[in-house]
């Protein structure tokens, strides 16, 4: 129930009390209206098998939203028609750091390609998604155990660093000092 305000000749107010009960008609074909987390259905469960499960020995640790973005990427490319890459051939992913941003490194995560590959080059394969994650030498001491996650968040969304090795990190969480 809700209360109406009513004027009366600008002097005084009295409260009547009034009842709303009709929808929009926009909304009448609507069953349920979801409001919360708690309002919907669990998901469906994904497969065993299907799951993404990380690589133990991996140098950086690629969580299964991270993941499940870098294999939506890869078939972005291999779906595209100007795309000049053999759909087969893994989507490489070149990760490393350098100097600059706040905290004294930066990170850097770029694609990369097969000729791009050094011999001095660390690469995790992950052959079942298609996917290879490459890091060079240099950036090896800073990257070692890092993990790779993303989020789609409306702000701050995209691909997340938590770097174990950190000793401070900016508020953004692209730089980190060691």
Do not use: W
């Not at 240099?138 to 997340?160: A, H, Q, R, T």
């Amino acid at each position: 129930m809700a209360i109406a305000v009513v004027v009366h000749e600008a002097l005084g107010f009295s409260f009547a009390p009034i009842s709303i009960n009709h929808r929009p008609a926009a909304l009448n074909s609507y069953s349920k209206l979801y409001s919360s987390p708690t309002d919907v259905d669990a998901p469906a469960a994904v497969e065993e098998e299907d799951a993404f499960e990380g690589d133990d020995d991996a140098i950086i640790q690629i969580k299964p939203s991270a993941m499940a973005r870098l294999v939506e990427l890869k078939s972005k490319r291999d779906a595209d028609p100007k795309s000049t890459v053999d759909p087969s051939s893994p989507l490489i992913l070149r990760m490393g750091v350098r100097n600059g941003g706040c905290s004294g490194l930066s990170y850097v995560m770029d694609f990369s390609t097969a000729d791009e590959i050094e011999e001095e080059d660390e690469i995790d394969n992950y052959e079942k998604e298609g996917i290879q994650c490459v890091v060079d030498a240099k950036s090896l001491l800073y990257l070692y155990g890092l993990e790779l996650d993303f989020s789609d968040e409306l702000i701050g969304g995209g691909f997340k660093f938590f770097n174990p090795n950190a000793e401070e990190s900016c508020g953004c969480g692209s730089s980190f000092g060691v």
